[in-house]
């Protein structure tokens, strides 16, 4: 049992460039979210899931993209990176919506030059 | 709406103190509440969480919080800190039983360290 699953741990981007981050869990978990961390504002939703083909904007969307095509898998499209999209990502999950995201990923540490 | 504002954006304590990390709340409807760890280079793990039933939550690691709703407060505390607990620690909202409770709102983080 593996956990939240993230790749890269690292990441340098030039911007205008597109890459996703990976995200995965063997818990069989229904609902999955993804977080940016930035000093001092501690951590802001970006888009989740409550199960497979469901998902939904949360605070800081912009320039992002999910899918959920699987109940394992919720990767996360940056688009056109920029500068500001410099950040620590997590991805993160639980079994139900009744107890808040109880499994985080180590996350991605992206830096957009 | 809802919004989580933590006092005090580093707190020291001594090894054997009382740790004390507050919390307060707002929110539009009764609201679920979480604290969440993060040590170093490392992911958030869950501490413990309120959801509507008893108001004293007892969590991992010898942490509690209490929930006063006519303080609109969850501070977290610990009698007696040790060295481990160093780290830093989010408080958390939601929406409560009507929302999607993965649709969380962190607070900005309280740094605690701990002298030995």
């Known amino acids: 049992n593996a956990g939240v699953t993230q790749t890269p741990k690292f990441q340098v981007l030039k911007t205008g460039q597109s890459m996703t981050l990976q995200c995965a869990q063997d818990?069989?978990?229904?609902?999955m979210s993804w977080y940016r961390q930035d000093p001092g504002m501690g951590l802001r939703l970006i888009h989740y899931s409550v199960g497979a083909g469901i998902t939904d904007q949360g605070e800081v969307p912009n320039g992002y993209n999910v899918s959920r095509s699987t109940t394992e898998d919720f990767p996360l499209r940056l688009l056109s990176a920029a500068p500001s999209q410099t950040s620590v990502y997590f991805c993160?999950?639980?079994?139900?919506?009744?107890?808040?995201?109880?499994?985080f990923g180590p996350g991605t540490r992206l830096t957009v030059t | 709406a809802q919004s989580v504002t933590q006092l005090g954006s580093h707190v020291s304590v001594s090894e054997g103190a009382l740790v004390l990390l507050r919390c307060n709340y707002s929110s539009s409807v009764p609201p679920y509440l979480f604290w969440y760890v993060q040590y170093p280079n490392q992911g958030l793990q869950l501490l413990l969480k309120?959801?509507?039933?008893?108001?004293l939550v007892k969590g991992i690691n010898g942490f509690e919080a209490e929930f006063k709703k006519s303080e609109t407060s969850f501070h977290l505390t610990k009698p007696s800190a040790h060295m481990s607990d160093a780290a830093e620690y989010f408080c958390?909202?939601?929406?409560?039983?009507?929302?999607?409770?993965?649709?969380?709102?962190f607070g900005t983080g309280t740094r605690l360290t701990i002298i030995p």
């Open positions: 993160a999950s639980s079994y139900s919506s009744s107890g808040g995201p109880g499994t």
């Open positions: 958390a909202v939601s929406g409560g039983s009507n929302f999607g409770n993965e649709k969380l709102t």
């Open positions: 309120y959801t509507s039933a008893a108001t």
């Open positions: 818990m069989n978990h229904e609902y």
